[in-house]
Every structure is written in C-alpha cells, then in structure tokens.
C-alpha cells in the first residue's frame, strides 16, 4: 500500500465516529484491513440488491445514497460528508445493498471487506457499541424523513435542513445542488425554490450563490417545528 493511501485511509478511520473512542493498536488493526478506491463522478459504487461484500468510509468528494421508484424517479436518502460511513447495516440481515451510491464527483472510499470487519468485531466490544449506537441514530434519521415526508410542508422541512447544517452559525454554504435537495427534502426543483423564496421574502435568509445567510435563526427554529 501506497504512504499516501494508507495516510488518507488512517485520517479518514480516525474522523468516523464508527471508531471513536478505540484505542490505538485497534485503529491500527482497521487501518490493516482497510483500502483505498478511487472512484470518478457520476460511477456507481454499489447498487439497490447487490451482494453486500464491503462498507464504505468517504474518505473525499461527494456521493449520495438513494432509491429508485418503480417510475424511476429517484429519492435522496443521504449525502453523506467525508468521514462518514456508509451501507454498515448491509453487512447484516440478508446481506444486500439496500439502496443505490453514486460518487457525485470523483471521490475516494475506504473500503473495508465484510467478513474481516465482522470478525474483528468478535473481539472488539467498544466497536460492537459503537455499531449499535450509529445504526440507532441511522434508524431514528429515517424515522424523522418517514415523519418528514407524511405530515410537513416543504418550506418547514427547507427550515430544519438549515437549521440543522448550518451548526447556529449565522452563514453556511450549501455543499449539494439544489437538484439534490430537493431530492433529499422528497420534492422537486421547482416547489423548493418558492420554498427559499418564502423564506427569504419573510427576512429568515439570504442567498449569495451556494453561500445561505441566517438572518432569524429561532425563526426558522419555529418554522421547522410546524407542519405547514
């Protein structure tokens, strides 16, 4: 293995919060069973069915996890950020992919291969914890998109996306086409700009190309807490 990969591939173990709280030589064992894919945009990296054989930790670029309707049309489930780990619940229950991942720009993954991953999990306790907590928040991520989806508006589910990535600082910037928001948030292109439209009409935000400005933080607070 190449210094440069096997640097990128400790960074990368070291930011998911997969692994936070082992010790050393338990990093070093996942480093030992880890490697590097480069992967160009717009490639697949596994599909909805597909045996799953390995997890994944995004190591750079963009990817994005979703499923396809039987109309094709297409839902955002995830996008996730570099340090993130993605398909861990695949390497259990039937073993299949359960969605689709696309690496959006060209990206690097730290892919790690399903039975060597579980057996050292055998022996490792704080990883097994680790595992459950993720997959406990993964689960609860999903019920509030269920939530989401069934009972709010648009323009309240825009408000909790910025609430939520904007970390209360009073600017960040939109890392994801709108294209793909709207996707995530389970609109379309068109509803979501009258979204930021009314938002920004109300004073709550201002918009300077992918850079949003928050201009009435506990307002949005308050219009992500609704329905309508």
């Not at 990817?63 to 695949?90: C, D």
């Not at 700009?193 to 190309?209: D, H, P, V």
């Amino acid at each position: 293995m190449y210094t440069e990969d096997k640097e990128k591939i400790s960074k990368a173990i070291k930011a998911c919060p997969l692994f936070s709280g082992l010790q050393k030589n338990e990093l070093e064992e996942i480093i030992g069973i880890a490697d590097l894919r480069h992967i160009e945009g717009g490639q697949l990296i596994f599909s909805e069915g597909d045996t799953a054989g390995y997890f994944y930790i995004v190591a750079s670029g963009k990817v994005r996890i979703y499923k396809l309707s039987s109309s094709g049309r297409e839902q955002t489930l995830m996008t996730p950020q570099p340090g993130a780990s993605i398909a861990e619940a695949a390497l259990f229950a039937d073993g299949a992919y359960p969605a689709y991942a696309e690496a959006q720009s060209d990206a690097e993954l730290v892919s790690i291969e399903k039975n060597r991953f579980l057996e050292l999990l055998k022996s490792r306790p704080r990883l097994a914890l680790n595992m459950i907590a993720l997959l406990s928040q993964r689960l609860k991520n999903f019920a509030r998109k269920i939530e989401q989806l069934s009972l709010m508006g648009v323009v309240p589910r825009l408000a909790e996306y910025i609430v939520q990535n904007s970390g209360s600082k009073s600017e960040f910037k939109l890392e994801i086409s709108k294209g793909d928001l709207a996707s995530l948030l389970g609109t379309v292109p068109e509803t979501l700009s009258r979204a930021f439209a009314k938002l920004k009409a109300g004073g709550y935000i201002f918009e300077s190309g992918n850079i949003i400005s928050i201009n009435d933080l506990e307002g949005l607070r308050e219009i992500a807490a609704s329905y309508d």
